[in-house]
C-alpha cells in the first residue's frame, strides 16, 4: 500500500495535463473549423460555379457584419484622388469637388482556391454585398457623380470598392487676403451608424501619396490651385452618443487651396492704381484753374463705373470683409477727398480777400505745425509792408482840435492864427481826405496779409492731402507684394 500511495499524485498530475492539452487543442480545431466554415467548393472552375458557391455563402449575409465574432471590429482601409475642383463659392460657403474614392475590408472565413474555382477575384452587384456605411461630413448636397453598380472580391476574401464622388462640402472660407488668399477645407469620412467598437477606418495610403496622385490626375486648371492635402485620425464623441461612451473613427482629410490671382491683379489692381496715380498727379495742377475739380470729377464718374464693372469679379460674404474691398473704398474716399480739398482751396484762393483774419489756433496747427509736417515751413509775412503809425509824425487830435484843429500849434500851443473861413473849411476837408486814405491804405495792407496766411493754409492743406495720397500708395503697394511673396512662398509643388 506504501507503493501505491506515492503514484495518486503523479497520476492525478498527469491526466489532469492531458485535460488541459485536449481542451487547447479542442480550441485550436473549433477556430480552425470555424474559420474555414465559409471556404468556397467550386465544381468547376468558372465563373458561373464560383458564383453559386458565393450565392449560397455570401449572398444571404449582406445585413451583417462579415465577422465570426461580433465583437470583433470591421477595418475599412479608405483613400480617394481629388480629381478636379470645380467651383469654390464664397458666398455660399461651398467647396464643389470631384473625387475617385476607394473601400478595402475582408470579409473574415471568405476564401476558395484560385485553382479550384478557375480566377483569384470576381466582380459582384455591389448590392449583394455587406458594405460599410461612410459618409462625408461636411456634405451638403446629392451625389451627381455617375452610379457604378461593381465591386472586386478577391479569393482571400478581400473587397475592393471603386466609386466616384461629386463632392459638394461645406467649408469656411476666410477671404480677407482675397485675391491672394489660401483656403483650408476639411473631408472628414466616418460610419454614420457604426461605432468603434463595430467599424475602424485606416488610411489605405500616406496622405503625402494623395497629395501627389491628385495632382497627377488633377485635370482642371482653373482659378484654384491644389497646395497640399493633410490628413489625420481621430475619434469623435460629439455626433449620436447619448452616454457619452460611443465614439466614431473618423479620417480627416485637409484640403489646401490657393487663388490663382493673376485675373484680379490684371483686372482690378492695376486699373485701380492708374486711376489713383492720375489723380496723384493731377495735384500738380493750379488749384485756382477750374479744369482740376473737371478734372477730378471725371476720374471719380470713371471709377464708379469702373467698380460697377468689376462687382462681379469681387467676392461677397457676409463674415469678413476683403482687404481689396476696403483698398477701393479707400481709393474712392480719397479722390472724394481731393476734390472737395480742390474745392476749398480754390475757395481760398479766389475769395481769400473777403474772409476774416485766420483764428490764432489756426495759425499754430496748420501755418506751424502742419506746415513743417509737410515740408512748407512757416512763411514769414512782411509786417513792415505797411507804413509804420510814428507819433512824432501824427498829431493826437483832442476834442477840440478835432473841431478847430488849424487853430493850434503842431507843438500844442495855442496861438490865434488869422485865416478866412473858406481856407479853413478847403483845409478841414483836405485833412479828412488825407484820414481817409491813410485808413484805405492800411486797411489794404492789412488784408493783403490776411489774404496770403488763408492763400498759405490753402497749400497747407494740399500738400498735406498729397503726402496723403503718397503714403497710401506706398503702403497699399508694399502690403499687396507682401500678400502676393506669401502666396508664393506657400506652394509645395513649387
Known amino acids: 500500500m506504501n507503493k501505491t500511495r506515492p503514484g495518486k499524485p503523479y497520476l492525478t498530475m498527469n491526466c489532469q495535463t492531458s485535460t488541459t492539452h485536449f481542451i487547447f487543442t479542442c480550441f485550436i480545431m473549433q477556430s480552425a473549423l470555424m474559420r474555414s466554415a465559409d471556404a468556397l467548393n467550386c465544381s468547376q472552375p468558372t465563373a458561373v460555379s464560383l458564383l453559386q458557391a458565393l450565392r449560397e455563402s455570401v449572398f444571404n449575409k449582406t445585413k451583417v457584419r462579415p465577422v465570426i465574432n461580433p465583437r470583433t471590429p470591421t477595418k475599412i482601409s479608405l483613400g480617394f484622388i481629388l480629381f478636379?475642383?470645380?467651383?469654390?463659392?464664397?458666398?455660399?460657403?461651398?467647396?464643389?469637388?470631384?473625387?475617385?474614392?476607394w473601400f478595402d475590408w475582408n470579409i473574415e472565413g471568405l476564401s476558395w482556391d484560385p485553382v479550384e474555382c478557375g480566377t483569384d477575384r470576381i466582380t459582384l452587384p455591389r448590392k449583394k454585398l455587406w458594405r460599410p456605411d461612410i459618409v462625408i461630413n461636411e456634405f451638403i448636397s446629392d451625389n451627381q457623380a455617375p452610379d457604378t453598380y461593381y465591386v472586386y472580391l478577391y479569393n482571400n476574401g478581400k473587397v475592393e470598392d471603386r466609386l466616384p464622388v461629386h463632392v459638394v462640402s461645406s467649408?469656411?472660407?476666410d477671404i480677407y487676403t482675397f485675391p491672394f488668399d489660401i483656403q483650408n477645407c476639411t473631408y472628414t469620412f466616418s460610419s454614420y451608424t457604426h461605432t468603434i467598437r463595430d467599424v475602424q477606418i485606416l488610411f489605405s495610403e500616406p496622405a503625402e501619396a494623395t497629395f501627389q496622385k491628385s495632382l497627377q490626375y488633377m485635370q482642371t486648371k482653373g482659378e484654384w490651385q491644389l497646395t497640399d492635402i493633410i490628413g489625420r485620425k481621430s475619434a469623435n464623441t460629439s455626433y449620436f452618443s447619448m452616454n457619452g461612451l460611443d465614439s466614431w473613427d473618423e479620417l480627416v482629410y485637409n484640403i489646401v487651396l490657393k487663388r490663382r490671382p493673376t485675373l484680379y491683379v490684371v483686372n482690378l489692381l492695376i486699373p485701380s492704381y492708374c486711376l489713383i496715380t492720375v489723380d496723384l498727379f493731377s495735384f500738380l495742377l493750379p488749384p485756382q484753374n477750374m479744369d482740376r475739380s473737371a478734372f477730378k470729377m471725371t476720374l471719380i464718374l470713371g471709377y464708379t463705373v469702373f467698380l460697377l464693372l468689376m462687382n462681379d469679379l469681387l467676392p461677397?460674404?457676409?463674415?469678413?470683409?476683403?482687404?481689396?474691398?476696403?483698398?477701393?473704398?479707400?481709393?474712392l474716399a480719397l479722390m472724394v477727398a481731393s476734390l472737395l480739398e480742390t474745392i476749398v482751396v480754390t475757395n481760398i484762393l479766389c475769395g481769400s480777400s473777403d474772409y476774416p483774419p485766420l483764428p490764432n489756433w489756426v495759425k499754430?496747427?496748420?501755418?506751424h505745425y502742419l506746415a513743417r509736417m509737410v515740408c512748407l515751413g512757416q512763411k514769414i509775412f512782411d509786417q513792415n509792408s505797411?507804413?509804420?503809425?510814428?507819433?512824432?509824425?501824427?498829431?493826437?487830435?483832442?476834442?477840440e482840435k478835432e473841431r478847430n484843429p488849424i487853430r493850434y500849434h503842431e507843438k500844442g500851443i495855442k496861438t490865434p492864427l488869422n485865416f478866412d473861413e473858406q481856407e479853413l473849411k478847403e483845409l478841414r476837408m483836405l485833412h479828412e481826405d488825407v484820414l481817409t486814405i491813410r485808413q484805405h491804405v492800411d486797411k489794404h495792407f492789412s488784408s493783403d496779409q490776411n489774404k496770403k496766411?488763408?492763400?498759405?493754409?490753402?497749400?497747407v492743406i494740399d500738400r498735406f492731402l498729397f503726402a496723403l495720397y503718397v503714403v497710401f500708395l506706398t503702403v497699399s503697394f508694399f502690403t499687396i507684394l507682401i500678400f502676393w511673396l506669401y502666396w508664393y512662398s506657400f506652394d509645395k509643388t513649387a
Do not use: R
Not at 386 to 399: L, R, W
Open 364 to 367: 499754430v496747427l496748420v501755418l
Open 386 to 399: 505797411a507804413p509804420q503809425k510814428n507819433t512824432n509824425d501824427i498829431i493826437s487830435c483832442s476834442p
Open 453 to 459: 496766411e488763408w492763400i498759405h493754409l490753402g497749400e
Open 316 to 331: 461677397v460674404t457676409g463674415d469678413t470683409i476683403p482687404l481689396i474691398n476696403v483698398f477701393f473704398s479707400m481709393c
Open 171 to 173: 467649408c469656411n472660407l
Open 84 to 101: 478636379a475642383i470645380l467651383d469654390v463659392d464664397e458666398k455660399a460657403q461651398i467647396l464643389d469637388t470631384f473625387i475617385w474614392l
